[in-house]
């Protein structure tokens, strides 16, 4: 079985090599925002046409390429205008799509400092843990050791910054055995635990933002206090990108942790279909919404695991009995509304006590569950009914519907 990973380790450059980092990216960035400029014209044009175009955008490009003959001072142009085309390109398939919006220009200010080179044109050190991205940038040491070998494959490499440091993700190919993963899981995901299973499991919220709101708190203070663009300035500004980023790797390393053991001990995981962008409007929980990381969680989980069913957003998990399936409403009894400070009940109809998150985790998997035997029957009829017609004499596909002759 083919996988596919990416490792992100961090660079530990001298000056000399960030200094020419920042410059490859800056270039990165002005191609792009040269070709976008361009495909917005061509865009604005004629806007009916939902397609990217490709051809044109070249033409467009080797025309103009020679005004920028500038780059190949820092890397090889051809590497950067690969790296801008397929921002471009990706970008716009989106847009298309209507996963996300119009494409926008990379201002430096706000800048994300990242490029990306193909395998070809970087060179790694298995031995030293080193890479090389070009001549002029010359072998970097990397803090850590790959983890996979030279029999791999390597796809895109791409550079990046966080924080005050450059990372290398470099994604990789491999034959891994198929492990014989047992059972199906429900998953529901709050805020006072992190994710709660169907088997009782609970995963606890780490909270890292609350727990590190003094110190950013004091970090803040003290950045105010400073003049901007002052050497002081900078200090708090090189302390405050710090402390964010280390809580940053602190909820990423716990989330992938987390999903990663998910993934390894079952086969089918069950999840809830969350409207996190509405769930953060809530002026009192959106901090901590925000801080759970649910959307990351989904994202993994969606790759890591073999199957994943999303139950539909409306359904109410938390107030059906996962025994006798009573819909509990609290203002039929207590003339209360239901709401988030209700931890527990007890079922009116067969006097189970339930806890509230475990209940929710084990109607989720129930309700996954048929979620699947509905989708396979359904596919068994539509193989049913292809095979019937097939034995009638007609070659139609299940999926085709044809009109009669007048």
């Known amino acids: 079985m083919t996988k596919v990973r990416t490792h992100r380790i961090r660079l530990e450059t001298n000056n000399r090599q960030s200094t020419l980092l920042f410059k490859t990216a800056g270039c990165s960035r002005l191609a792009y925002n040269t070709m ?12 009916e046409n939902n397609k990217f175009n490709a051809p044109l955008l070249k033409r467009y490009w080797n ?4 005004e920028f003959n500038f ?5 090889s142009q051809h590497a950067v205008i690969d790296s801008a085309y397929d921002g471009i390109k990706n970008a716009y398939t989106r847009f298309f799509k209507k996963l996300s919006g ?9 800048s994300d400092y990242s490029f990306s080179l193909s395998n070809t044109e970087v060179k790694l050190d298995y031995v030293n843990n080193k890479i090389r991205l070009s001549k002029k940038h010359g072998w970097i040491k990397l803090r850590e050791a790959f983890r996979f070998n030279e029999s791999d494959v390597i796809g895109n490499i791409t550079i990046s910054r966080g ?4 990372y290398v993700s470099i994604t990789y190919s491999f034959e891994s055995p198929t492990a014989e993963k ?4 429900g998953i529901d995901l709050g805020i006072s635990n992190m994710a709660i299973t169907s088997d009782g499991e609970v995963f606890g919220n780490l909270r890292i933002t609350k727990s590190n709101a003094v110190k950013l708190k004091r970090l803040n203070q003290e950045l105010a206090r400073r003049t901007k663009w002052g050497k002081n300035w900078y200090k708090t500004v090189y302390k405050l990108r710090k402390h964010y980023k280390r809580i940053s790797d602190v909820r990423s390393d716990y989330t992938h942790k987390l999903t990663s053991y998910l993934a390894s001990e079952y086969h089918t995981v069950c999840i809830e279909d969350l409207n996190v962008k509405g769930m953060v409007k809530n002026r009192h929980l959106s901090k901590a919404i925000a801080d759970v990381n649910f959307g990351e969680l989904r994202r993994q989980l969606e790759y890591k695991c073999n199957n994943v069913v ?14 006798c399936g009573y819909i509990y409403n609290p203002t039929d009894f207590d003339n209360v509304k239901w709401n988030l400070g209700i931890r527990e009940w007890t079922c009116p109809h067969c006097n189970i006590l339930h806890d509230r998150d475990i209940n929710a985790a084990i109607n989720i998997l129930n309700k996954g569950k048929e979620m699947i035997n509905s989708s396979a029957s359904s596919a068994v009829s539509k193989n049913e009914t292809t095979a019937k017609s097939k034995a009638a004499g007609g070659e139609v596909d299940f999926c085709v519907v044809t009109k009669q002759k007048n």
Do not use: M, T
């Open 182 to 185: 047992q059972g199906i899981v």
């Open 63 to 66: 025309a103009k390429k020679k």
């Open 310 to 323: 999303v139950v539909p957003r409306f359904f109410a998990s938390s107030k059906i009995c996962s025994k």
């Open 163 to 166: 924080g005050n440091d450059w």
């Open 102 to 110: 119009y494409p926008k220009f990379k201002r430096k200010r706000d």
């Open 71 to 75: 780059i190949n001072d820092v890397v």
């Open 36 to 47: 976008l400029a361009y495909h917005k014209e061509l865009y604005e044009a004629d806007k």
